[in-house]
């Protein structure tokens, strides 16, 4: 959730908070949301909704990959528009993409530099990339933290593995294979990262909270060596960490790998974390438009 004012014309975040329901979860590639993963859902938007009523605010509502594939997606949608009182729209994923673009760079200049930016989430990875502010090109690759997590259960931290490097391996060719499509993109001279696992490497790397990591530059090697660290622990230690959100800890190293070989597709070395992403390109659009 992020609520955002309007100051002098430009909006300003005023309040950001950010839970886990795991929606996506058992969904694969599709079928039908999990009841449990609905229920979760619903809370949290209730939760949420009390918590609006503090703002004098319009609403809207976005739903992401989890939706884009869901059997029973209408239900939810109409679950949620009488639990929150607006019509849940679902975004394909090239405009999830622009609309990561348009947050993440909006308050950020990069005179004649080609920008990427690049969003992470449980079940797809979107890239695009432009000038100025721009846009000129955007893929929505089927890949995600939960989704590779699913696909390698061992990433998960059940059990400590016996060979990391051969699950790190396996785990890399399998999300390098669906994100293919970003080595036809141009080279960026810079690339912006958002997301909750980014948000979390921030935090670890900096020793700062999570809601303080924007413009953090985070390397490929560092990435790497979080991966590898994270999977040397079971679940229990993940969760004990300092600065991991405990309901991220499981899908955390599936996660980096995955932004790290979308890093070495696109042939850069480092990235930088935008605490502004696709909810703030999303209220620019609906500031825009009203």
């Known amino acids: ?26 969904l694969k590639d599709a079928g039908a949301l ?16 009390n918590e609006l009523r503090a703002y004098d605010t319009t609403l809207g509502a976005i739903a992401t990959s989890a939706m884009r594939r869901a059997s029973n997606g209408e239900t939810f949608r109409r679950a949620v528009q009488q639990h929150l009182g ?17 947050g993440a760079t909006a308050n950020r200049s990069f005179p004649g530099a080609l920008v990427g930016v ?20 955007s893929v929505s690759c089927e890949i995600g933290a939960v989704r590779l997590s699913e696909a390698i259960p061992a990433l ?7 060979d990391i490097p051969t ?17 036809a993109f141009p080279l960026p001279a810079q690339v912006l ?5 980014m948000f979390n490497a921030a935090a670890i790397f900096a020793d700062r909270e999570r809601e303080d990591v924007d413009g953090i530059v985070l390397t490929r090697h560092a990435l790497a060596h979080l991966a590898r660290r994270f999977l040397a622990m079971d679940i229990a230690t993940r969760r004990a960490q300092p600065r991991i959100s405990p309901q991220r800890a ?4 599936a996660g980096l790998l995955i932004v790290d070989e979308a890093l070495a597709l696109l042939g850069v070395s480092e990235c930088t974390v935008s605490q502004l992403d696709l909810l703030y390109g999303y209220l620019i659009e609906r500031k825009g438009a009203s």
């Open 118 to 137: 690049l969003d992470v989430g449980g079940g797809s990875a979107e890239y695009a990339y432009g000038v100025e502010g721009t846009m000129e090109g």
């Open 167 to 183: 699950l790190e391996a396996e785990a890399r060719a399998h999300a390098r294979e669906r994100l293919s499509p970003l080595e």
């Open 193 to 197: 990262v958002v997301g909750g696992t």
């Open 86 to 102: 607006v019509q849940l729209e679902i975004l394909a994923g090239e405009r999830e993409a622009a609309l990561s673009f348009r």
């Open 34 to 49: 999990d009841p449990e993963g609905v229920a979760r859902t619903l809370a949290v938007i209730d939760q949420y909704a």
């Open 156 to 162: 998960l931290g059940a059990t400590v593995h016996s």
């Open 1 to 26: 959730m992020l609520v955002a004012a309007d100051e002098n014309g430009k909006l300003v975040p005023v309040f950001h908070h950010s839970i886990g329901t795991r929606l996506g979860a058992n």
């Open 250 to 253: 499981d899908i955390f190293p």
